[in-house]
Structures are given as structure tokens and as C-alpha cells.
């Protein structure tokens, strides 16, 4: 029934926002998707990457260039682009789950970084600083509602298939590596082969929210594989709530609303208020946004 | 390379390990056969987590072989010696503390039968059954719905040992698996132990502080000192052999008395 509710929510709202609010929505979709994938390796895996927009950045360009150079249809780019972040994944990954923590995050940075300098200087496959321009879907695509809906129905898709993941035996398993490896390996998991498969799902999705958001965007740039974009997920699944399988969406909704409106109204404030919306969650609410429903709705039922 | 020994779940021929200037474990000669319930016992770093460790995979050895139902197993990894029969707990309990006493023991019998890569079937109905099985198996089927790290001690041991079973290993080696227990509770969990192994018929190979259990339950005993084997034999034997009544157990009577 809940369900039923949110959706005819997502399908409803759309048509009676302001068209800038739909903008906006169809963001929070790209952005929400690229959350739970990150948060497929944080939450689920006990792993943290500080350099997940590499993936986003993978998808981005690889549907940006196979519609620009290859002029391949918009679906089928789209569709390409989480396999090319995947092959990605797959070779930075296979260096980055040999290590743990600290060093896992600051490889994964490395490479982030690597991306993101190879996109910055290729300038004759990916212009550069320029970037690529006019990356624009079909036009039955084109109009801000009907790629929302298009954003809706794709992103859902992939979360849907998030949450089938984390609940499958393959989550159990990469649940039980989180929080304890070495009992994991005892019990017959190859842990490193476990995280490398959970590290390339999580790009492959990364990717496809990269895909998604080249065509929202109509442009691609190197930024799309800067610090910035590698904190936004994490930044995101602090606010939601690490431990829940919706934290990632509602930190979206959260984080993506504040900076409608914050960062608009005082650009030059934005991070700094950014900053400190983090610190009061993480200190007075370290199960994110999440834990806020959650708490209330353990009340209740302890209330009964 | 083959080993001699067919009958023997457990062999181990001078195995060496050493810690800086320390030689932990010095040329090990263990031989264990199938439905033995063997006992390791010595003083505070006679070796036996170490060996224990080496015999897992859990740390490499320096020299010596390991073999396993008859095959060279030295240098597999933790979890190739699973998949073969080997199954462990630890001396600090080691569970998933976040996950349910089912989730613990589904997750486990999932990776057993090599499901754990599936991405594409929901998990919570799988091997449920198995795992209510076993979770009744240890005593704790009226706690399978509990997350594990809020469970009494006792509790989580009793479900470690329920997660090295999920294997069906055919050897399993338990390291201390009373530490931090009362004393009731301790021979509860050994006889549980014990009881499980006669009726899977697998061998066991155990740790133990406390000379009432080792010598209530143990089939025979293998004292280490100083990183060797200095005796080996029935409880009887063991406990008149001089040289063990000198090392430990003189010693340890002396202090606890």
C-alpha cells in the first residue's frame, strides 16, 4: 500500500511541479542511484571510496562519446555506458580491494584522480577542459518531464535491482565480510574476489547514473571525476543513513532539497552550511534521515 | 605428494614458525586419526593458537608440511581448507555481530553449498530450514531472530560453533572454545561438542585451560612446551607422564590449589 502510495507520488508530482522542481527531482533520481551504488561498497561492504566518481565519470563520457562519435542511438549508448564504468571498476578495483581502510580510500582516490587528469588532458577524444557538448537525447526525451519520467523509470529499475542484490546471498556473504572478514574466509568466502565483485557492481551502477546524467546535463566534463563528485555519495549516505538500504534516497531527497534552496539563495554560504548539516547529523543522528522514520516508527510499535 | 597414512584427518610433519627471535611453534609432529577428540594442551605460549593458526592457514609457516585426509594442504588459504572439511573457531568468538543468529548460520551454509555469488535470488528462504536445524543443534532456536552481538557470550560461542558445523567439516578445531565461560557452562558446551562429533562423526581437535574438561572429554592429549610436542597419549598416560607433570600440570596443580 505504501508502495502504491510513493508511486503514484513519483508519477503524479512531475506533472503539477514547476518545471524547475522537475529538474530537480530528476537529479535527485541520478543522484540517489549513484548513492545506493556507492553505498552498495559503504553500507553493505564496509568499504569506502573516496573516488567513486571515476565510475560516474566512465559512464558519463562513455555514453557522451558513443552518441557524439560513434553516433550510436541515445538507448543504446546509455545502456553501454555502466559496462564501460564496470571495466573500469573491474581494473582499478583488482588493485584496490587488496587493501583495507585508509589505504583502500586513498587508492581509490588515486585512481579517481587518474580518471580524472586522463579526461582533462585527452583533449582530442574528450575535448579537455571543454568537455562535450550537446549530448542530448532523442526528442521524445527531450522536454523536462518526459526525461523525468525516463530518469524515474531508469534509476527505479537499478535500485530495484540494488536491493535484490543486497538481499541475495551474495549480500549476505559481502554482510558478513563487513563485519567480520576473517570469520568470512573461514566459513569458505574468498573475500578479496567477494569485494572485487561488489566493487564492479557498484561501478557498473555508478556508471549508469554517470549515463543518465550526461543526457540530463546535455554535457559532460572532467569535473564529473573531481573530489567533489567522489564526496557528493558519500556526503549523501551520512545524511540518509549508512545502515539502511533508503538512506542513500532519502539523503538525496535531503541534500539535493537544501541545495535548491540554500545554495541558490547564498552561493558563497552553501558549504559551510553543507559542512555543518553533516556534523549536526552525524553527531546527533548517526543513523542519518533514516533513523529519524525508523526511531518513530519503533516508538510506535514499542508503543502498542 | 601423497601421505603414508591414509586413516590419519590431520598430519603435520616438523612445523616450524617463529616470530622475530621467537620460535613459536618448532618442528610440530602431530598425527591425528579420523574420530580422534584431541586435546592441545601447554602452558601460556606453548604454541597452540600459533600451530592452530598454521594448521588453518591463517598464517604461513616458515617450514614443514601439513597434510589433510591424506593430501598436502600447506599454504591453502583459509577458505580452500573449508571448502575441503576444515572447519575453526576462535579463542576471541568470532561471528557476525550485525547479522541475526540465522543470518549468521544462513550466510555460512549459502557459502557451503557455493551460492554466495548468486545476485539474483532472495536469500532469506535459503537453507532456512538447515540453518533452524542447526541453530536447535547448539540450543539457540528460540534466538535465531536475535542480531548475534547482543547475545550472551556463552550464547555467541554456542553459535560459532554452529557456524564452523554449517560445513559439514570432516575435521574441526576448536581454540579454546570455553574461554571466559563459567565453569557449568564449560562442560555444557564441550559435552555439546563432544556429542555432535560422535554423531557427524568428524574429528576434533581442541585447546583448553581447564584440566577438568580436557581431561573429561579428550580421547587423547597432546602437551606442547616451548613450541614442541612433549607428550602424547590417552589422559592416563598423560597425566603420569613426568616430564608433563613437571612442565604443567605440578606446576599448574601448585598454583591453582
Known sequence: MRWLVALALLLVLPLV????????MTEIAIVALFATAFNLLMGFGGMVSFGHAAYFALGAYAAALLVKQAAWPMPLALATAPFVAAAGALFFGFFIVRLTQTYFAMLSLA?????????????????????ILNVWPPPALKSPLAYCYFTFAVAGLAMLALRAIVDSPFGYALRAIRENPRRAR???????????????????????????????N???????????????????VLL??????????AGAVGFKILETFIARQWPVYWPLFLGSAVVLVVVALPQGFVGLLQRRSWRIRAAR | ?????????LRTVGLRKHFGGVQAVNG??????????????????AGKTTLFNLITGDLPHDSGQIFFRGAEVSGLPPQALCRRGLARTFQVTSIFRRLTALENVQTALLTHHRRHLDIFRPARRLYRDEAMILLDRVGLGAQAAKPSGIMSHGDQRRLELALALASEPQLLMLDEPTAGMAPRERHEIMA??????????LTIVFTEHDMDVVFAVARRISVLHQGGVIAEGTPLEVRGDPEVQRVYLGHRSKTAH
Open chain 1, 17 to 24: 511541479l514547476p518545471s524547475f522542481l522537475v529538474v530537480v
Open chain 1, 111 to 131: 585512481f579517481a584522480q587518474i580518471v580524472f587528469t586522463v579526461l582533462f588532458k585527452w583533449k582530442t577524444l574528450t575535448g579537455g577542459d571543454d568537455g
Open chain 1, 186 to 216: 573461514f566459513i569458505g568466502v574468498n573475500v578479496r574476489r567477494h569485494q572485487l565483485f561488489a566493487f564492479v557492481l557498484s561501478g557498473f551502477f555508478s556508471g549508469l547514473a554517470g549515463g543518465l546524467f550526461a543526457f540530463f
Open chain 1, 218 to 236: 546535455g554535457s559532460v566534463f572532467p569535473d564529473f571525476a573531481y573530489l567533489n563528485k567522489s564526496f557528493e555519495p558519500l556526503v549523501v
Open chain 1, 240 to 249: 540518509g543513513g549508512i545502515q539502511s538500504f533508503f538512506g542513500p534516497l
Open chain 2, 1 to 9: 605428494m601423497a601421505d603414508p597414512s591414509g586413516a590419519l584427518v
Open chain 2, 28 to 45: 610440530v609432529d602431530l598425527a591425528v586419526p579420523e574420530g580422534d577428540l584431541r586435546a592441545i594442551i601447554g602452558p601460556n605460549g
Open chain 2, 192 to 201: 555439546l561438542a563432544a556429542a555432535i562429533a560422535a554423531d557427524a562423526r
